[in-house]
Every structure is written in structure tokens, then in C-alpha cells.
């Protein structure tokens, strides 16, 4: 039987940044690690379209339905893992908790976790309090690690990671394996640095970037023209000496009126009666930069198949959106499981193993498709209603009443219906409730939906 293995993924004869830079297979020195922190920085924060890409990817993730699903776990340990991460569990009506300070975030721990797709990887330190009332460990938090304070990764021979260090002042900090969550992106082998979501747009980022600085000076140059000062003719009689001496003068003082000459409602130039101030354009067609700009935009969408950020101008047409749409959710959902997959293995499951040991079953973190929601319209409820999916409750009511912007229910008309919780069903030959009567729009309907049985 075989137990241990024979071949590597790390050479081991490496130092652990040269094994990294080994396994990236990065050929650009510019985005070799640790190098490639501050470029894909740059990237994200000066760039709009990256800025537009990055938004696409993270937006739909973030604001998807994350629950904890009980797969069959123990109820203590179901309560447990829902409350520390604040998060509902699956066909239980939703309960917040009575104070939300100092606790564990999941909206900004998956906001930060998702800096995976900027810079490859997201390292995050699991802190632990041990509860009062119960004697339990509780997660405190997970600590976000910055990728620019991250100086070393040791990865093992196997690939597995070991440890990584932090830079500070005071000296290296070094986190081992055991207490680091590491979100790393396409990661291959022992390359915990993962790959950027931004690295294959990063050609057309920096084409781009010239280009819109060659625009700006276009502008800059030739918007007003270069201003272009004559001198004015030596006066009459002089010598070739003096002649001399006042075309050097011309030419100096011409030179501080062009260099100064500035654009404006107060702008203007006194020279000689026979100099002149001319402004000069370029002479035939400057060079067309908007094109060039418009194709590297559309590549940098490309990258991330977020081709739907060029309709209107890459495909001229919207016919093709929902082609387009469609691959770029199967890319979110892959995103979010991938997520997924690293919170329930090394923060579900350690958070239980803590607990109750690893022999005791964990629930599972679960997060709804993204691009499959169906929208609670009215004919949908009717439908739901008719077919005996859902029953009309006073939850449906609120929630009906919230999703049309109709008043909240009264007060006063909150008392059970009579024969035990069944709806009696008004006369038929009347449309509407008498007047004065207090009575739920699916106290009214539903006989109606249901129809005769």
C-alpha cells in the first residue's frame, strides 16, 4: 500500500521565494512576486474599466444568498456555526442577533476575501474566543492579512502550505499553516500566490495607459497650438553689430512671451509694431488614439468573459446579452464555490473540530446560484398559491406588502383564523369585503387562487 509519495510539486533543494517564482512561471520580472502586489494595485485603482471589470465579478458574488445548510449536524453545532458567522440556516425563518459589534463580519470577510481576484491569493488569521456562558470557542475573527505585508511563503515539498511572514517593523511575524485561511485563485501546484484575475489584461492595461497619456498631451500641444513669437525688424540705419545685438534681443524676450503665453478671458501680448505672435497647428491629421483606447477596454472586459460591458460599441447590438450573460454567471458560480469550499473546510470545519472533535458531522456553507433568483411577482404568487407550493401566511404578507410598497398590515388584525388556522372562504357573489372589514388581501383570495374543489 502505498503512503507516502515519491515525487515533489516544490523542489525542495529551493528557497521558498525561488520555489514560488519557479512555480508561477512568470516570464514579466514586472509581475514576479512580491512585484506584482503594486502593480495589480495600481491596476484596480487607477484604471475605470478594470475598476468596471472588478465590479462585475465581486458585486453579484457578494450580494448572493450565503446560508448554512444543517446536512443532518447536531443542532448544537448547527446553532453554533450559524450564530459565529452570523448567517441563516437553510428553511428556518431568519434571526438577527441582538448586537452586531465586535462580532464576526461575513459581508466584509467576503469582501476582502474576494482581493483573491486582484492579487492571486487572501490570507486571513483565524482568532478564536473561548464564550462565557457556554465554554465554548467562538470565532472572534479572521483577520485579513495584506498581500503588500506578506514578505515569504514556505510551501512544503508536498505543495501543502506551510507558513507565511509578515514584514513589520519590529521584525518578521511568521502565522503557520494551522491558523491561516488562504483564499488563493487557480492555484497549480505549490504556487500559493495563486494567479490574478487581472494578469492576462494587464498588456492592454498598460498599452492603454500610454496611450491615454499620448492623448492628453495631444490635447495639451495642439488644442490651442504652440505659440510662435517673430521678432520685429532692427530699426532703420543700425549697423551689423546693433542689428545683431537686437535679433538676439527679439529672440530672448520672444521666447519668454511664447514659453508664458497662456490660454484664458484675461489672456493677451504686448510686442513691437513689427513683430507678430502667431499660433501655430499641426500641419494634416493628428494621430487617432480614441480606437486603440476602445479595443484594449474591450480586451480587458474580455478577460474576465464580461463581454456584455461592450455592447454598444464592440458588437453594436444587445441581441447577443444574454448569450454573453450566461457564461459570465457559470464564472460567478465557479467563484463563489471556490469560496465556499475554502470557508467550509478550513473555517466551518475547524471551528466544530475545536468543539466537538473531528469525528462530529459539520454543516455545510451553502450559497444560492447566482443568475437563477426568480422574482416574487404576483402572478408567480398566484401560481405557487394555486398549486399548493406555498401556504399564505401572515410572513407572505409582509413580505408581499414590502415587494409593492403597500402599508403594513393593521395590528388589530392579527388574530388567528378561526377553524383552527383555516381560512374561511367570504361569499362568492361578493367582490370585495364589506366595508369596514379588516381583512388580508389572501384572506380574500385564496378561495379564488385555489378554486373549486
Known amino acids: 500500500m502505498v503512503t507516502r509519495e515519491i515525487g515533489y510539486q516544490v523542489d525542495p533543494g529551493l528557497a521558498s521565494w525561488g520555489a514560488l517564482a519557479q512555480d508561477q512561471g512568470e516570464v514579466n ?18 484604471d475605470s474599466q478594470v475598476s468596471s471589470v472588478l465590479r462585475a465579478v465581486t ?9 448554512i445548510d444543517p446536512t443532518g449536524a447536531d443542532e448544537d453545532v448547527v446553532a453554533l456555526v450559524s450564530s ?7 428553511g428556518r425563518p431568519p434571526s438577527a442577533p441582538a448586537r452586531t459589534r465586535g462580532r464576526f463580519s461575513f459581508t466584509e470577510h467576503l469582501r476582502l476575501a474576494l482581493t483573491m481576484l486582484v492579487f492571486g491569493h487572501a490570507f486571513f ?17 479572521l483577520a485579513w492579512r495584506p498581500p503588500r505585508t506578506i514578505s515569504a511563503v514556505k510551501v512544503d515539498k508536498d505543495g501543502g502550505l506551510a507558513w507565511i511572514e509578515q514584514q513589520a517593523a519590529s521584525g518578521r511575524v511568521r502565522i503557520p499553516v494551522g491558523r491561516l485561511v488562504a483564499y488563493v485563485h487557480d492555484r497549480e501546484g505549490g504556487d500559493w500566490v495563486g494567479q490574478s484575475l487581472l494578469r492576462s489584461a494587464y498588456k492592454n492595461w498598460l498599452i492603454k495607459d500610454r496611450l491615454l497619456r499620448a492623448q492628453a498631451m495631444t490635447v495639451e500641444r495642439n488644442g490651442l497650438g504652440v505659440p510662435v513669437y517673430t521678432g520685429a525688424k532692427p530699426p532703420e540705419g543700425a549697423t551689423v553689430e546693433e542689428s545683431r ?12 512671451v511664447a514659453t508664458s503665453f497662456r490660454a484664458g478671458q484675461a489672456a493677451g501680448a504686448a510686442i513691437p509694431a513689427t513683430a507678430s505672435l502667431d499660433l501655430k497647428g499641426v500641419s494634416g491629421d493628428l494621430p ?8 484594449h477596454d474591450e480586451q480587458i472586459a474580455r478577460s474576465v468573459l464580461a463581454h456584455f460591458l461592450n455592447l454598444g460599441t464592440e458588437t453594436g447590438s444587445w441581441a447577443l446579452g444574454s448569450t454573453f450573460a450566461e457564461f459570465f454567471t457559470q464564472s460567478l458560480n465557479a467563484v463563489a464555490a471556490a469560496v465556499a469550499d475554502t470557508l467550509q473546510q478550513h473555517v466551518i470545519e475547524d471551528l466544530v473540530d475545536l468543539n466537538w472533535g473531528p469525528g462530529t458531522p459539520a454543516p455545510r456553507l451553502v450559497v444560492t446560484p447566482i443568475g437563477r433568483e426568480h422574482p416574487a411577482t404576483a402572478e408567480a404568487v398566484r401560481t405557487l398559491v394555486a398549486a399548493g407550493v406555498v401556504t399564505p401566511d401572515a410572513s407572505l404578507d ?17 388574530d388567528p383564523a378561526p377553524d383552527g388556522g383555516r381560512q374561511t372562504a367570504p361569499d362568492d357573489t361578493q367582490d370585495s369585503p364589506p366595508p369596514g372589514a379588516r381583512t388580508r388581501w389572501w384572506r380574500t383570495l385564496l378561495p379564488r387562487l385555489r378554486g373549486p374543489r
Open 84 to 90: 459565529d458567522l452570523g448567517l441563516p440556516v437553510v
Open 59 to 67: 458585486l453579484p458574488v457578494r450580494s448572493a444568498t450565503w446560508a
Open 245 to 256: 545685438q537686437w535679433a538676439e534681443h527679439e529672440q530672448e524676450e520672444g521666447l519668454k
Open 29 to 46: 520580472p514586472d509581475l514576479v512576486w512580491p512585484a506584482s502586489v503594486g502593480v495589480f494595485d495600481r491596476m484596480r485603482r487607477e
Open 398 to 414: 409582509a413580505h408581499m406588502r414590502a415587494q409593492y410598497g403597500l402599508p403594513v398590515a393593521d395590528p388589530q388584525d392579527q
Open 288 to 295: 487617432d488614439t480614441s480606437g486603440p483606447i476602445r479595443y
Open 125 to 141: 488569521e483565524q482568532v478564536y474566543d473561548v464564550g462565557q456562558g457556554d465554554g465554548r470557542a467562538h470565532l472572534a475573527k
